[in-house]
């Protein structure tokens, strides 16, 4: 099994209270609550523990991208893969993704991760993701035409990695007389493709189609959701005529790891609720807004009332519906285990930092997951895939 | 006295359109806001005294299809005038509230023979400069529900009304294709306020005085760029000047419609 370092890099100073004052911590909280200095401070902190993870021997740094928020602070995350291709030696770089709908010129990205795939001799790892509902709000981007800008930002993306330009490409939502990169991808044909989701038949079935075969993450969900949908992963490739392997699906979750349970529960236990209640908060027309799932998706969502930004979340709940991963080293590593036996995925994302982790105990908890968890799951979903699989 | 509706459906686009008819007279054709329009409300019953109320529902809305076709303002526009021609219809009073009026304004400046005069209730379509509307997409349905009205007795009474299965669907094709003609630019076009000058019928501007969805100050922009046009303020009164002061609204548009006819 392969294990990545994910980091959101959240304005970990916020005010709390403050914040708690406004509807919502995305989009409508004044970022005259940003302060500079704090964040200076706050980005080359979150760049340590991401080149530090490098040398503890995780397999990969993931970054992402979102807007107008202190959940996270890579509106452009070019910009810390970049930094990090020049702190890092041996991680994946992995962003996890590219909002591709919010973007009127979706070769900006092919042309940036073009770029660091040849900077970092094709360590990238391309993620492609929608956004979530509230960056429709932050961008003004028309959640409506989500799906289908999605779709063919894609399929111009690929095809500006795969075939030789200059050609033409006349798209519904983009058009360009000249479609012709420079530089091209390091890896060939293109760097591997991710689809980090909270869940979606829809993009599942796209995602395992066997002309793409992407690596499917599950991000921030109950373990059962975990379950059901790398599930529905293996049958939907399974109806297109092939096993899928476990490198094609990975769990985002965060985690965290100290010398006794009781004393990993204790330390973790204000930052993971903050993470959950205060920096995820807002309201549901901003987290789905219209169009954002499909009128099939969006009905059952109604039906089930289901949400993942609901506040007044306890770690004892979080721990319960495996939302985090929390304890001493054995039992995390065990926890893994049986998730991984029952599950079958290949890669586990750790989010380390959290909230308002401090970076002392961040990198505490990253140093013993490193050194005492992650070695005795190596063995893992290392079986060789089938061979039609590859 | 109030006169009933049938309920049918045409086949206009290559769209299947569900629209409520009732009353004789010259053609009132009637452009719903983005709630829809699936009931016979009793302003419609009460002008269908004096003419033949028309209120189909938006491709995309209510029980009409959503056809492939369906991107933007410009497309239901362009539809009302193939509607228009497949009905036959002549001599028309057309009013629009709402998405309804920025629909009716489109229409207006791409083809306003087949009007007789226009009635915009609270239209969106043009952007007033340091005035944005009312941002509709981040109310939950009780905050869209109590900022209609001036008079919360009504909101309460639309908060308390049972809604089915159904109807909870409708709502929510509604508001997806309310997002989708909508919500980037927020409730406008650019290019309309270049054009509306060229709306040369009769046309009555109707803004509810506690308007909180699009202020109030939109009514005088309106005005002012169709040459055409007169005001009317109804007071104490929200988006809603239809439903929510009947008589009142009624009584403007009969009277302004009858001041075209004289």
Avoid at chain 2, 125 to 148: H, K, M, Q, Y
Avoid at chain 2, 217 to 227: D, V
Wanted: with cysteine; charged share 20%; net charge negative.
């Amino acid at each position: 099994m392969k294990f990545f370092f994910f980091h959101l890099m959240p304005y970990a100073a916020l005010d709390l209270a403050e914040a708690a004052k406004f509807k919502s911590v995305s989009v409508l909280l004044p970022n005259s609550l940003y302060d500079p200095v704090q964040g200076h401070a706050l980005y080359n902190r979150y760049l340590d523990e991401m080149e530090y993870a490098d040398q503890l021997g995780f397999d990969g740094v993931c970054v992402n991208e979102h807007h107008q928020t202190p959940y996270g602070l890579m509106p452009t995350p070019g910009v810390t893969a970049g930094a990090l291709s020049q702190r890092t030696r041996r991680a994946k770089i992995a962003v996890l993704g590219r909002a591709l709908p919010l973007l009127n010129n979706p070769l900006t990205v092919a042309e940036e991760f073009a770029m660091l795939d040849n900077i970092t001799g094709g360590r990238l790892i391309a993620g492609f993701v929608r956004g979530i509902g509230a960056e429709y709000h932050a961008w003004g981007a028309n959640p409506a035409n989500s799906h289908e800008r999605f779709h063919e930002a894609h399929d111009l993306i690929l095809r500006a990695w795969t075939e030789t330009g200059p050609f033409a490409f006349e798209g519904k939502h983009y058009q360009f007389q000249y479609v012709n990169p420079w530089p091209r991808p390091y890896q060939q044909p293109h760097p591997p493709i991710w689809i980090p989701s909270q869940g979606s038949r829809e993009t599942i079935e796209w995602a395992c189609d066997p002309k793409r075969k992407y690596v499917y993450l599950q991000t921030f969900s109950p373990v059962a959701a975990v379950a059901k949908y790398m599930a529905m992963y293996k049958d939907e490739a399974a109806k297109r005529g092939y096993e899928a392997a476990p490198t094609q699906l990975g769990w985002a979750v965060p985690a965290y790891v100290a010398e006794t349970d009781a004393q990993a529960y204790r330390e973790a236990k204000p930052h993971i609720e903050n993470f959950f209640n205060r920096f995820l908060r807002m309201p549901p027309e901003m987290l789905l807004p219209p169009g954002y799932l499909s009128y099939e998706s969006m009905k059952g969502v109604m039906k089930s009332k289901a949400s993942i930004t609901g506040g007044g979340r306890t770690i004892d709940d979080l721990l319960k519906s495996g939302m985090f991963l929390c304890g001493s080293a054995a039992t995390v590593r065990q926890q893994i285990e049986n998730h991984q036996k029952q599950i079958g995925f290949g890669y586990l994302l750790t989010m380390l930092q959290f909230a308002t982790l401090p970076h002392e105990l961040t990198k505490r908890s990253s140093e013993i997951f490193a050194r005492e968890v992650i070695p005795g799951l190596r063995h893992l979903a290392e079986e060789p895939a089938p061979a039609e699989a590859r | 006295m109030t006169v009933e509706s049938r309920h049918t459906f045409e086949q206009i686009a290559g769209c299947r359109v569900s629209m409520l008819r009732g009353g004789v007279g010259d053609p009132l054709l009637f452009l719903h806001g983005g709630g829809g329009a699936g009931r016979w409300l009793p302003f419609m019953g009460q002008l269908a005294d004096k003419f033949e109320v028309i209120v189909p529902e938006h491709p995309g809305f209510g029980l009409s299809e959503t056809p492939a076709w369906l991107d933007n303002i410009g497309d239901v526009a362009y539809f009302y005038l193939d509607f228009i021609d497949a009905l036959k219809l002549k001599n028309i009073h057309l009013v629009g509230n709402s998405l309804g009026g920025w629909i009716a304004s489109e229409i207006a400046v791409r083809d306003q023979h087949p009007f007789r005069t226009v009635a915009l209730v609270a239209p969106a379509g043009i952007r007033v400069d340091g005035t944005p509307p009312a941002d509709i997409f981040l109310w939950s349905r009780e905050e869209l529900t109590r900022n209609l009205f001036y008079n919360q007795e009504l909101a309460e009474a639309a908060l308390n009304a049972p809604m089915s299965e159904e109807e909870q669907n409708i709502q929510l094709r509604n508001s997806i294709t309310m997002a989708k003609l909508a919500w980037q630019p927020r409730l406008n076009s650019p290019d309309l306020k270049k054009w509306l000058h060229r709306i040369h019928v009769p046309t009555l501007i109707v803004w509810g005085d506690s308007d909180r969805l699009i202020p109030p100050a939109y009514g005088p922009a309106f005005q002012s760029l169709i040459p055409s046009s007169r005001l009317e303020v109804i007071p104490q009164c929200g988006h809603l000047p239809h439903v929510e002061r009947t008589a009142e609204f009624v009584s403007a548009l009969t009277n302004f419609i009858e001041a075209d006819r004289s």
